[in-house]
Every structure is written in structure tokens, then in C-alpha cells.
């Protein structure tokens, strides 16, 4: 079956600083990977996608992610952080069930805190 | 993407009772889904809400407890029902777009059970 590990729970970086957020999944064939983020008391904003193609992937905000087959994995990057930028990060693989049913599967999320 | 509201954002119920979330859409979708993500947690999925088909719901959720209808392609309630105190949490709806796992989602009803 389909997962997804983040393995930070929690990360605080300075404002400015650069920030990666890691995610590992599995996957037996080209996934479909996704990164979202939820401000406190909001719901989930697509960052950005991973279908196929080029494994640098741009998306809003100033993040972007990069697919490695090699290491399973999709991390997501910013080269210097906002402080607005504080908020939980889930990543998600798309898996395809029984009947053609299209899911998303999410890892347990990162904290990202931003000190000033 | 689409534009999606959900109603209420947020209560508080008591134990033994139910509520019903509502999902709106500003455009046809045909799979929408819900979620619930308990406190400090993921998200969990529910169940996949396809017009036109019933529900399918994830291993650990039943139909009993949590009913959902969908009577169009821009609209679903979820129904919590007979709640307890470990029903608190976020209930998020989202929308997919066919053939690409993408989905956007509600901005969330935040429940309470006491």
C-alpha cells in the first residue's frame, strides 16, 4: 500500500533562513506527489504538484520541490522563509484504489515555526 | 480550482446528538470527498462521494455513523451522527479533478463534542 513519512514533526527556523522539508513515500510506480499547507484554523492550499516530466517542480509562495526516484523521496524547499510562512505542511502520493478510485494518501505533517 | 464553502465553520454539540456539515461547490464536480484530521493529526478520508453512485466509505467508517448524501455535482453534507467526544475534530470536504489525484479543499467545520 501507498505511504507517505515526513520524519520532521516540528522544525523552527529563523525568518530568512532557508528552509527543506522532507517527505519519503511508497510507491511501487510513478506517483503522483503533492505538497499542501494549512495555516492555523484553515484548510489545505495546494503548493504544488508532481506528475511526471521535470523533477524540479515550481509552485506558489516561492516553494518548490523536487521529485528523486532514487531516494523516494519529495522534498519541498525556500530559499529564505516569511513569517507568514509559519503553518503545517502535509505532503500527499496520489494512489489509485479498486474501480479506479483516485485517493490521496497524507504524511503525518511538519510544524514549521518561524522565529523572528 | 474551485471555490469551496462549508457550513457551519465551526460548533460545539453535546454528546448523543448530530450534526450535519454542508460542502458547497461554485462549479460541477464529480468526486468529492471528506476528511476528518482529529486534533494535532493528519488527515483521514472518510469517504469518496461520487454523484450518481453511493458513498464508499474507508476501513473504520460506517454509514451509520457518518451519512452522507449527494444530491448534485456542486453540493454534499456529511451527517456526524450520535457523537461522543472523540468525534472532535476538523471535518474537511475536498473536490477532484478526474485522472489527476489533484483536489482542493473546504476551508474546514471544526467540531467540539462535550
Known amino acids: 500500500a501507498q505511504s507517505v513519512t515526513q520524519p520532521d514533526i516540528h522544525i523552527t527556523v529563523s525568518e530568512g533562513a532557508s528552509l527543506e522539508l522532507r517527505c519519503n513515500y511508497s510507491y511501487g510506480a510513478t506517483p503522483y506527489l503533492f505538497w499542501y499547507v494549512q495555516s492555523p484554523g484553515q484548510g489545505l492550499q495546494l503548493l504544488l504538484k508532481y506528475f511526471s516530466g521535470d523533477t524540479l517542480v515550481q509552485g506558489i509562495k516561492g516553494f518548490e520541490a523536487e521529485f528523486k526516484r532514487s531516494q523516494s523521496s519529495f522534498n519541498l524547499r525556500k530559499p529564505s522563509v516569511h513569517w507568514s510562512d509559519a503553518a503545517e505542511y502535509f505532503c500527499?502520493?496520489?494512489?489509485?484504489?479498486?474501480?479506479?478510485?483516485?485517493?490521496?494518501?497524507f504524511g503525518q505533517g511538519t510544524r514549521l515555526t518561524i522565529n523572528p | 480550482s474551485a471555490v469551496i464553502s462549508q457550513k457551519p465553520s465551526r460548533d460545539i454539540c453535546q454528546r448523543g446528538t448530530s450534526l450535519t456539515i454542508q460542502c458547497q461547490v461554485d462549479s460541477q464536480v464529480t468526486m468529492m470527498f471528506w476528511y476528518r484530521q482529529q486534533p494535532g493529526q493528519s488527515l483521514t478520508l472518510i469517504a469518496t462521494?461520487?454523484?450518481?453512485?453511493?458513498?464508499?466509505?474507508e476501513s473504520g467508517f460506517v454509514i451509520d455513523k457518518f451519512p452522507i448524501s449527494r444530491p448534485n455535482l456542486t453540493f454534499s453534507t456529511l451527517t456526524v451522527s450520535n457523537m461522543s467526544p472523540e468525534d472532535s475534530s476538523i471535518y474537511l470536504c475536498s473536490v477532484g479533478r478526474p485522472n489527476s489525484y489533484e483536489q482542493y479543499f473546504g476551508p474546514g467545520t471544526r467540531l467540539t463534542v462535550t
Open positions: 462521494a461520487n454523484q450518481g453512485s453511493e458513498a464508499t466509505y
Open positions: 500527499a502520493v496520489g494512489a489509485e484504489e479498486g474501480q479506479g478510485a483516485q485517493k490521496l494518501v
